[in-house]
């Protein structure tokens, strides 16, 4: 295993951070949108730089033409409706609340996708175990978000 678990432990911090930020940049721009924009452009830009810098060889055309439609465009979509949420969300609930719910719609989803093996990834069935770290999950959200303070 190695530092892989730190490793998407820094990840997942540098995502709570940038979301905080973010929102932050969309309440000043009065446009939780433009805000997000902004954040995918920079995102665009530091990601084809590195791109650019990395990559030793770049995919053949009938490689290209293998990848399914849908591919293109929907984790895109995905991540901007996501990412937009979360900066709507981040100044109405504090970045502790909704990152916690939205880590608990991550696990969930990515539980029963490891289980059905979704989009060619390992299968990982569901077993006790699982299901008992997921229920102890959503517990832990409850007592997270638990209190007068946290009524939306």
Request: proline letters at 4%.
């Amino acid at each position: 295993m190695g530092y892989w678990p730190v490793l998407a432990l820094v990840a997942g911090a540098a995502i709570a951070i940038q979301a905080t930020m973010n929102a932050q940049l969309g309440v000043l721009l009065k446009s939780t949108m433009l805000g997000t924009g902004v954040a995918f452009l920079f995102s665009c830009v530091f990601t084809v730089l590195v791109m650019v810098l990395s990559t030793k060889q770049y995919p053949q055309i009938a490689d290209i033409k293998s990848v399914p439609l849908y591919l293109w465009f929907s984790g895109g979509a995905l991540s901007a409706f996501g990412v937009g949420i979360f900066y709507y969300l981040i100044p109405k609930m504090g970045v502790g609340s909704m990152m916690s719910y939205a880590l608990s719609g991550q696990i969930l989803i990515a539980v029963i996708a490891s289980h059905f093996g979704w989009f060619n990834l390992p299968v990982k069935p569901l077993d006790a175990i699982k299901v008992f770290g997921v229920i102890s999950l959503i517990i832990g959200v409850l007592l997270i978000n638990w209190g007068a303070g946290n009524a939306y």
